[in-house]
């Protein structure tokens, strides 16, 4: 079965480019690799030409999100797998391709309305310069993982499997509402879905992982002495394992910053249901702020 194979891009629709640029260069370690005339910032952090787009925009969330897949023939058997179900499928232009610096792409909507793109071809930047600044958990394990808002959890994990070949890792009864986590390569879960009946915003975080637990705690170090405000403190999940906390970006929702996650192995996995989503810490700090928990 034709299926994606890592979360390659994230596009986000941002108020201030400037105030991020900062953000994901001295707190998130990511490097802007490209500002284009249009005020969009290109950022990257392994050897993928770049994992982030920032568009100048008032939503101040997920513009799409773009899954990899490992050729063109994958992608367009996806493409016919979608059209075969009812899902209108536009077939990327050069011009949108050459921005997302990938051969090719397919663009559609997943059933909450969240801009999905499938692409194959991504442009990688030389592999002396990507190891020497690398840092993160990225490279075939994609860039990370985030959690979007769904009306309707099981509907949202049925099409993620049934459309994109993605496999289900386990659920969780998270205090802000049942969650569904899902896998498309080692990466305990690369997206995640929360069942809100009317969410604050679409993205409820994204994730990135680094390879030293240093790194995780010079930049909770950071962000108790004011860099930006913490949302959850330091904890351990029970599904991935990670050791992680959440703290807020320029656009009001929030990354999760971790390490020592588990991965997952298809030949052995068991799907599990969780009670809890932390085995340890990740205590919600501010009063009104939405708490990711997973
Ligand atoms: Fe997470």
């Not at 610096?101 to 930047?125: C, K, T």
């Not at 170090?221 to 906390?245: C, I, K, Y």
């Amino acid at each position: 079965m034709a299926a994606v194979s890592q979360l390659g891009y994230l596009g986000l629709g941002v108020k201030d480019v400037g105030s991020w640029r900062g953000y994901a260069e001295s707190l998130l370690g990511l490097r802007a690799v490209e500002t284009r005339t249009d005020g969009d910032l290109l950022l990257a952090m392994d050897n993928h030409h770049h994992r982030f787009t920032l568009h100048q925009d008032k939503r101040d969330d997920i513009a799409y999100v773009g899954w990899q897949t490992e050729s063109a023939a994958e992608m367009e058997a996806i493409a016919v797998r979608l059209e075969t179900a009812g899902v209108t499928v536009a077939r990327g232009s050069r011009e949108t391709a050459e921005k997302r610096h990938v051969a090719g792409l397919i663009a559609f909507n997943d059933p909450d309305g969240h801009a999905v793109e499938v692409f194959h071809g991504p442009e990688l930047a030389d592999e002396f310069a990507a190891a020497s600044e690398s840092g993160f958990i990225a490279g075939d394990q994609g860039l990370g993982h985030l959690v979007l808002a769904a009306a309707d959890m099981e509907r949202a994990m049925t099409f993620y499997t049934s459309m994109l070949g993605m496999k289900v890792s386990d659920y969780v009864s998270g205090a802000i509402g049942a969650l569904g986590f899902l896998h498309c390569n080692p990466r305990h879960h690369s997206i995640a879905f929360v069942q809100l009946a009317n969410p604050r915003k679409r993205i409820n975080h994204f994730m990135l992982q680094r390879d030293s637990i240093n790194d995780v705690g010079r930049t909770y170090d950071a962000v108790q002495e004011g860099a930006t405000p913490l949302l959850v403190t330091m904890g351990r999940h029970s599904n991935d394992e990670m050791v992680s906390f959440y703290m807020a970006n320029p656009s009001g929702f929030g990354v999760e910053y971790g390490w020592g996650a588990r991965e997952v192995d298809d030949c052995t996995w068991q799907v599990a249901q969780y009670e809890s989503g932390s085995l340890w810490g990740h205590k919600p700090v501010r009063r009104g702020d939405p708490a990711p928990r997973t």
